[in-house]
């Protein structure tokens, strides 16, 4: 139990630091878009969704105010939080148009959290029906993929990955039996059939106009997941001992909401007022597969370190990670 504890760890670790490399494309001048972004957005972003839908069956046991109470602390008040650090944070970098950026944050400031919320929340409701769990599974997905702006924040296209993680966690004993299959099919697809673009807002032009693009991100996304969860499997499991590296990953894999919001605000904000690299005089795939990788995993450590020492005050563990880290 504790080694499959630690592999999921070290997969949430490695999910949040493809987002600080994604995000850290920012700071990097290639001359031309990211061929590494792209591959890394068709499947973290789902990786990260499927691995809170593994973990989300202990909270569908408890009653609706209990629930709704915990999941706001978790989710609600932290994505509130840091779009509130990340205004003022703009206005003392002198940003003109603060009205702009205080409407671009309450549209869709900290997306994720708060997808994450809904996520939860719906599959919370449509639980308390009396209906097996496949029929509520397409039953959310089909409503809540034709709910006009359902696209909004992504939420209709990644409900179908929540439910994956659910569905992952509750049949956890047979994946076990064939995760080298899974893990060994999923990988080639990935690599050699998968979408490797930003995936596209699910609007009701692609759910009607193109619904094959629907599939094939699904399948990429899922692909994707799969393939990281399984590959990390083995690769945690190829160390006897489970030597120190592989621990402090781990550690790290504990932190990744925390981690995701400081991100928004180090990376995001502060990094770009003090790193700009112009990589065009470079080789491309040196700008690309290493300045920006390493910038990356740079920032994932400082964001870990940062998040580490915030979440020991009660008060900051409470309003940025909703009380999630004082006992750590």
């Known amino acids: 139990m504790k080694q499959r504890i630690l592999y999921l760890d070290v997969t949430k670790a490695i999910a949040i630091t493809l987002v600080c490399i994604g995000h850290s494309d920012c700071l990097v001048d290639l001359g031309r878009s990211s061929v590494l972004r792209e591959w890394i957005y068709s499947f973290h972003m789902p990786l990260f969704m499927l691995l809170c839908g593994y973990f989300s069956l202990h909270a569908f046991s408890k009653d609706f105010k209990t629930f709704i109470i915990s999941k706001s602390k978790a989710l609600l008040v932290p994505a509130i939080a840091f779009s509130v650090i990340e205004l003022i944070t703009c206005f003392f970098l002198g940003y003109k148009d603060i009205k702009a950026q205080a ?124 393939s990281s969860i399984g590959v990390v ?30 991100q928004t605000i180090i990376i995001a904000r502060l990094f770009p007022e003090l790193i700009q690299i112009d990589a065009t005089n470079y080789p491309y795939w040196l700008g690309d597969f290493v300045i920006t990788p390493i910038i990356g995993i740079l920032s994932t450590i400082i964001c870990y370190y940062l998040t580490a020492w915030l979440s020991k005050y009660k008060y900051t563990n409470l309003i940025l990670f909703g009380g999630q880290y004082f006992s750590k």
């Open 233 to 262: 499997y083995y690769i945690c499991h190829s160390f006897v001992e489970r030597g120190k590296l592989i621990n402090w990953i781990g550690r790290v894999g504990t932190f990744t909401l925390g981690i995701y919001g400081v």
């Open 103 to 226: 409407y671009a944050d309450a549209v869709g400031g900290m997306w994720f959290l708060r997808t994450l919320f809904m996520c939860y929340v719906i599959v919370y409701a449509v639980k308390k029906l009396p209906l097996p769990d496949i029929w509520l599974c397409l039953l959310s997905i089909t409503i809540v993929l034709f709910v006009p702006h359902s696209y909004s924040l992504y939420l209709n296209y990644m409900l179908m990955f929540f439910w994956a993680g659910y569905w992952l966690r509750k049949y956890y004993n047979k994946y076990e039996q064939y995760r080298g299959m899974v893990t060994i099919i999923s990988l080639l697809f990935f690599l050699f059939c998968g979408r490797h673009l930003v995936a596209e807002p699910l609007t009701y032009d692609i759910i009607f106009n193109r619904p094959q693009l629907i599939l094939w991100q699904l399948s990429t996304g899922l692909s994707g997941a799969l």
